[in-house]
């Protein structure tokens, strides 16, 4: 009898003490894949980043998301969105939304946890705080770049990884242009030495891979003109362009040239150069992209004598990464002229050939990949070393094609591939859930988030001096 009723007590002792470890408010930490067991909590949705994560609906994710943020437009502007996928006619979505909306939003959060994963994309001036208070109590993160935008901001980070590697939950960051097709054949073409070589040096004069961007503040999401809330254009909010867009960028130098090596950024990173610049906004097109009529006041000191409003949104880096010279460029003009768009530029430099990306008015502003051979280089020896391995790229990737036009190779890439930039989101959360099971992510992908985020925050204190 007395046997009996310890071995029942210590049944409920060791249940309850499961239940508290696994389930504590909602939160269950480990996740198998089963249908729904994935609670997403979106925290101060402020950009339209935090609404592409449900453009698309998962098996894995429960259909109920819960809402924390302020009372303000940016929340409901969100809302109209995810209303906008469970309403659209073809694959409509079904999310259930439950929102709380004060200004202890996160404090509720933290206390309620309905949900197991915090998604969080918009004001990134206080995000790093929301994520290190988020993985202190034991969620886990899937956040929007840039997770910080300063130095004091990337040492908090660094105690969020800590306290997230503690807490034993993930923390992560949505780099969608890792599943950009040229750039994915890119990196796959770099990793063939027949066919690349190996990296060149470099100089900061020519290095070794040059990435660039050109954004626009206006355009269309979804099929609808933009509409950004007014901190968008704040830089102390949301950050300058060297720490922002630059973070894709950053990330995809380490991810190509140095594919799943840790990246030890206190001796392997070291900035050489950096600059920053504004791109000048009207109140007209200031009206336009937030549909405000007026400047608020917490951007009228930064106006300039004319009433026009300098936003710090381009900037450039030449840095060196385990020896290897790299340039980052980014640039936001207000709109794109008619019938253009955003465009890039990317060439890796190997010791047998270069591989390019290029999206200008020749191609039509869709990227486009080509391998040339570096000046001097042997264009017979890339042909033959094309024909042998290229095959194999073809089985991974069938479809993909090669033309020759003179000295430079075009790779000619089926449409079934450009599924566009916002497909890519579902894409990162399909892998972010992948983890989730996983137990844990890849073990260069934290130190090399540190990697990423110290570049740009020490590209940021460089081009400040000036």
Excluded at 116 to 141: L, S
Aim: hydrophobic share 35%.
């Amino acid at each position: 009898m007395q046997r009996t009723l310890m071995l029942t007590v210590l049944f409920i002792t060791v249940s309850l003490l499961f239940i508290s470890c696994t389930n504590e408010k909602g939160t269950h930490m480990t996740f198998t894949g089963a249908k729904g067991e994935v609670k997403l909590m979106t925290l101060d949705p402020g950009h339209f980043h935090a609404a592409l994560i449900q453009k698309v609906m998962y098996d894995q994710v429960s259909p109920v998301v819960y809402i924390y943020a302020p009372v303000g437009p940016d929340v409901e502007d969100h809302i109209n969105r995810i209303n906008g996928y469970n309403t659209r006619a073809e694959n409509p979505t079904s999310w259930n939304i439950i929102d709380y909306r004060g200004p202890d939003f996160l404090e509720k959060m933290i206390a309620e946890k309905p949900g197991n994963v915090m998604v969080t994309a918009g004001n990134n001036k206080k995000k790093t705080e929301y994520i290190k208070a988020a993985v202190d109590a034991g969620i886990n993160v899937l956040a929007d770049k840039p997770m910080c935008i300063n130095k004091t901001g990337f040492e908090l980070l660094k105690e969020a990884f800590v306290s997230a590697a503690e807490k034993d939950v993930l923390l992560y960051d949505i780099m969608t242009e890792r599943h950009e097709i040229t750039t994915v054949l890119q990196r796959e073409l770099s990793m063939i030495p027949e066919v690349f070589g190996e990296l060149e040096k470099g100089s900061p004069e020519n290095p070794t891979v040059t990435k660039e961007s050109v954004h626009h503040f206006f355009k269309y999401v979804s099929g609808n003109p933009i509409k950004r809330p007014a901190w968008y254009m704040d830089t102390s909010q949301q950050g300058e362009g060297i720490v922002d867009v630059t973070t894709h960028l950053v990330d995809l130098i380490q991810w190509e040239c140095f594919p799943e090596q840790i990246i030890h950024y206190d001796s392997e990173i070291e900035m050489l150069q950096a600059n920053r610049w504004p791109t000048i906004m009207s109140k007209a097109q200031f009206e336009k992209v937030t549909q405000m009529s007026e400047f608020p006041d917490f951007l009228k000191n930064k106006l300039n004598e004319k009433g026009e409003l300098p936003v710090y949104a381009n900037g450039d880096m030449i840095y060196k990464i385990k020896g290897v010279h790299a340039k980052v460029s980014v640039i936001w003009n207000f709109e794109a002229p008619e019938g253009t768009g955003d465009t890039h530029f990317s060439i890796m430099r190997g010791t047998k050939a270069n591989i390019i990306i290029r999206q200008g008015k020749e191609q039509n502003f869709k990227p486009e990949l080509y391998i040339e051979t570096p000046k001097g280089g042997n264009s017979n020896g890339l042909d033959s070393s094309l024909k042998n391995t290229f095959p194999a790229l073809q089985d991974k990737f069938p479809g993909v094609e090669l033309e020759k036009n003179k000295n430079v190779w075009h790779i000619i890439i089926p449409d079934k591939y450009r599924i566009g930039h916002e497909a890519h989101f579902g894409q990162v959360t399909e892998k972010f859930l992948q983890y989730l099971i996983d137990g844990k992510l890849p073990d260069w992908e934290v130190p090399n988030m540190l990697a990423k985020y110290y570049t740009t925050t020490s590209a940021l204190e460089l081009a400040l001096q000036k």
